[in-house]
């Protein structure tokens, strides 16, 4: 079965029992909005200009998410930056995640189930379906970091966004393993050498994100403080 990145980072997100994720809803939806500007940047479809987005003319994207972004950028008189498109996009990242969901859903891949708090007022659970293609995912991506192995591009993507979203306990368990993971991973995410304008823009993509989510938590924080 053949899975999009945007795919397999949802199933690692996905909690393996209970039918939620592991990450923030704020974490999950910028970090989806962030993995639709990689793809965009890998098909060619835009790049990036002093960190502004720029389309290219003659970008027309098959998929129906990725032509939602791109008009709403067209739209849009100035050339802005990738963390403003990022935010400002961040409203419509909760539909997005729905429809891959339901598409993870005919695929087998997970469980979408309606739940109702008062008659009309429900909410959706989800529940992972395919618990081997998640454990799968998480060894192979353990063991590259673990063990200094070759990264693919799709695997850099997945741990620039996991680092993004502190996700370190869903590849390993143990202190001693944690501690030795998260030091491999930031030396991945920061020492390797860029090899590509796509590598280089993960990383702006991963940084982006990093900013947005600890404003967030700082905003957070001081609302809560009053």
Not at 23 to 44: T, V
Not at 52 to 80: A, F, G, H, Q, T
Not at 147 to 165: H, P
Request: proline share 2%; hydrophobic share 40%; aromatic share 4%.
């Amino acid at each position: 079965m053949k899975l999009t990145t945007i795919e397999k980072f949802l199933l690692l997100t996905q909690h393996p029992d209970r039918g939620r994720f592991v990450i923030s809803d704020l974490q999950l939806n910028h970090s989806i909005l962030g993995l639709h500007f990689i793809k965009m940047i890998e098909e060619e479809g835009i790049v990036l200009d002093n960190n502004r987005i720029v389309v290219s003319e003659d970008y027309k994207p098959v998929d129906p998410i990725l032509s939602d972004i791109i008009m709403n950028i067209k739209k849009s008189r100035r050339k802005r930056r990738l963390r403003t498109w990022i935010i400002k996009l961040s409203g419509k990242a909760p539909k997005y995640k729905r429809t891959i969901l339901e598409q993870m859903q005919k695929k087998g891949l997970v469980r979408i189930e309606v739940k109702k708090i008062i008659a009309f007022i429900t909410y959706n659970k989800v529940y992972l379906e395919n618990q081997e293609i998640r454990n799968g995912l998480i060894k192979t991506l353990r063991t590259a970091v673990l063990e200094g192995k070759e990264l693919t591009s799709e695997m850099m993507v997945l741990l620039a966004m996991s680092e993004a979203c502190k996700m370190h306990r869903v590849y390993v368990s143990s202190r001693t393993e944690l501690k030795t993971f998260r030091t491999n991973l930031k030396k991945i995410i920061k020492d390797n050498p860029v090899a590509s304008n796509v590598e280089q823009s993960i990383r702006q993509v991963q940084a982006a994100i990093v900013a947005i989510i600890a404003a967030s938590a700082a905003g957070a924080a001081v609302s809560s403080s009053r």
